[in-house]
């Protein structure tokens, strides 16, 4: 049986320990299982700081041993 499983990450770092302003990012996903050892993922992201945007997509096998 193969199940898709959906993912929202929101994240916000007023540190300043790895940029000099405040940042957000926000990311939205998919899983998708292809069998008991095998998914495959995908995921958009959208960073925010406060001088500058970025944005990524990413995408992925993942095998599990």
Do not use: C, E, P
């Amino acid at each position: 049986q193969q199940a898709w499983t959906a993912k929202l990450q929101w994240q916000d770092d007023d540190s300043k320990l790895r940029q000099k302003t405040n940042a957000r990012l926000l990311s939205a996903g998919l899983d998708h299982q292809l069998n008991a050892q095998l998914s495959w993922y995908s995921l958009v992201s959208r960073m925010k700081l406060d001088t500058a945007h970025d944005h990524a997509i990413a995408t992925g096998l993942k095998f599990s041993f």
